[in-house]
T-cell receptor, first 112, second 112 residues
């Protein structure tokens, strides 16, 4: 079992819809959770992070964390074609000095 | 606009040759990470440093890879000898201790 699992996609959503991206992790000691966006041929860029159970909103993005279910998700409201990219979930554990473990990413396609 | 820089951006070499990749972290960041990204494996952590000291290089093939931080403004990743299976995009990332990592543009390596 991989430490961080994501559906590779592609996830196709129409413009204006809500895109829901999911991630599960295996280590209950994981304490911090990150979502990165990576455009084709570019480097990953941080979208947002979450530490506590519940929802965290930033503009059109909402991260949701459920530690009991070992599940973290990213919702993108009013999806735009410019949101088409691969979304990487990453987790870190306490005491690992910022070390992140990444999932393999979900490719999102926003269609016109 | 502070950013991580990496050189070279592209490298084509022949099997058996030495490859050196360089990274300049964001000024003031004390943590530097080296990642390798392939289609099959995704983003893998090779090594990372805090305050120039190596913290973890367990993701790196020790017989051919080496990572160093000769000073606070330069991190290097060397492969000697290189092999075709080393072909990948190598990313450097830096952070200031609270887990948020900022990625450089990457070095695309092709070993023939």
């Amino acid at each position: 079992q991989k430490e961080v699992e994501q559906n590779s996609g592609p996830l196709s959503v129409p413009e204006g819809a809500i895109a829901s991206l999911n991630c599960t992790y295996s280590d209950r000691g994981s304490q911090s959770f990150f979502w990165y966006r990576q455009y084709s041929g570019k480097s990953p860029e941080l979208i947002m992070f979450i530490y506590s159970n519940g929802d965290k909103e930033d503009g059109r993005f909402t991260a949701q964390l459920n530690k009991a279910s070992q599940y973290v998700s990213l919702l993108i409201r009013d999806s735009q074609p410019s949101d088409s990219a691969t979304y990487l979930c990453a987790v870190s554990k306490a005491g690992t000095a910022s070390k992140l473990t990444f999932g393999t990413g979900t490719r999102l396609q926003v269609t016109l | 606009d502070a950013r991580v820089t990496q050189t070279p951006r592209d490298k084509v070499t022949e099997m058996g040759q030495e490859v050196t990749m360089r990274c300049q972290p964001i000024l003031g960041h004390n943590t530097v990470f080296w990642y390798r990204q392939t289609m099959m494996q995704g983003l893998e952590l090779l090594a990372y440093f805090r305050n120039r000291a190596p913290l973890d290089d367990s993701g790196m093939p020790k017989d051919r890879f080496s990572a160093e931080m000769p000073d606070a403004t330069l991190a290097t990743l060397k492969i000697q000898p290189s092999e075709p299976r080393d072909s990948a995009v190598y990313f450097c990332a830096s952070g200031s201790g609270w887990e948020t990592q900022y990625f450089g543009p990457g070095t695309r390596l092709l070993v023939l």
